[in-house]
């Protein structure tokens, strides 16, 4: 599960010069959303606060800057995006 989730977030580096909201980074969130249902069943108020702590939170922001210094701003537009949209 936790090989899964880290792929999921490097496919996400791959599309940081894509735009949060186009089709390919949405099919990620899409992929992040299922993964997060191993851990608990999340309504989309759910995810847009884990986004947005991915982006705010010190802990989630240092592993995420880790793995690329834009990735936390970028999950949390594109997890808001697919929330705005599914919602």
């Keep these: 599960i ?8 490097l496919d996400m580096i791959t599309q940081l010069e894509n735009e949060p909201g186009s089709e390919a980074v949405q ?5 992040w959303h299922q993964h997060i249902r191993h851990f ?3 309504n989309f108020g759910m995810l847009c606060g884990l986004g947005q702590g991915y982006a ?3 802990a ?3 592993k995420f800057e880790a793995m690329h210094s834009d990735l936390p701003d970028f ?6 995006i697919y929330c705005d949209k599914n919602e």
């Excluded at 936790?2 to 977030?9: C, H, L, P, R, V």
């Excluded at 999950?75 to 808001?80: K, P, R, S, V, W």
């Design 40 to 42: 608990y069943e999340p």
């Design 56 to 58: 705010n939170d010190p």
């Design 75 to 80: 999950l949390q537009a594109a997890i808001t």
């Design 2 to 9: 936790m090989q899964e989730g880290n792929q999921i977030y």
């Design 27 to 31: 099919a990620i969130v899409a992929r």
């Design 60 to 62: 989630f922001r240092t």
